[in-house]
C-alpha cells in the first residue's frame, strides 16, 4: 500500500479512484483509496474540520462523514486520527486518507472497486475561506502588536514580530471564521511582550487589526496552495501576494484562491482573561 495521492491542493472536488481498504474502527467503517480529493482533519493539529461527501458507485451512494488522516504501520497496526501513535509522517508508517462512513459499508465497497468521490462543495468553500482569513487576522494582529515588543522574538511570514508563532495554544477553525487563543503568561511576557500596554489598548489593537483586514480585501489578493509532491505527507504552504509582500506559511489545509472571494473579514478580541487572548475571526463571503 502506497500513501495517499492528494488532489484538494489545487481545489478539487471530485475525483474518481481505487478502493484499497475498508476497515472497521472504533469510530465507525473506514475506507481508504488511492487517491482522493478529501481534505482530512490532521491528528496533531486539529485545526480545519476534514471534508464531508460521498462515494458513489452507479446508482449507489453512501454519505462520508468526515475524511480523517490514517496509517498503517511497517508491522500491519492500522491507526486512524487521534488513535494514531506518531506524528505526521514519522518514518516506518505508511500515510492515508481514511473517509469515515455515517452508516455500515455497503457490499459495493470493497477492495478494488473503482467508485467516483464527490466532497460537499458548499462546506469545502465555506471552510476555506475561514482558513484564509485565520491566517489573514493571525498576520493582522502580528502588524498590530508589532510596537509591544521589548526583544526580537523571531519574525513571521511578513517579517513582523511573531506573536502568532510565540503565543498561540490553539485554532479551530469553522466555515467563514475561526477562533484563536494566546497565552499571554510569563513565559511571553519573558519573551519581551509587553503585555500590561496591550490589554490597555485592546481596543485600538482590534481597531488596527480590522483596518488592516479591511485593505487586505480591497486589494483582492491571490491565495494559492504550493505541494511538494502529491502523497497526504508531502510538505504544501500557502501563498497569498499581499500588498506588503507574498506571505509563506506551511500549512496542510485548504483555502480561497483569491481575497476577491470575501466582502468582509474582521476580528473581535476578548480579554476577559488577562491571561488568555481569544480571537474570533468572522468572513463575509462576497455576493
Known sequence: MSATAVTFADGSVTGRSVITRVQ?????PIVVLEKTPFHPVDHTWPDQPGDSGSLIAGGSRVDVAEALMAAVSDE?????????????GAAGWTWLVGHRLTSDAPDWL???????????SNRRAGLSRGHTACHLASLALDLAVADLWRKDPGVDALGTPDFEGRANQSSRIHEDGSVDEYRLGKSLRKAGFDTETFAATLDEREARINTRLAAWVESAARSRIEADGPTIVDRRSWHCELPEGEAVILCGGTHATTLAEFSRISVMLDLSDPQLLVMTTTAAPAR
Open 24 to 28: 472497521a474502527s472504533p469510530v465507525g
Open 76 to 88: 500491519g497496526d492500522f491507526a486512524v486520527g487521534a488513535d494514531i501513535p506518531v506524528k505526521r
Open 110 to 120: 470493497t477492495p478494488g472497486a473503482e467508485v467516483s468521490l464527490e466532497v460537499d
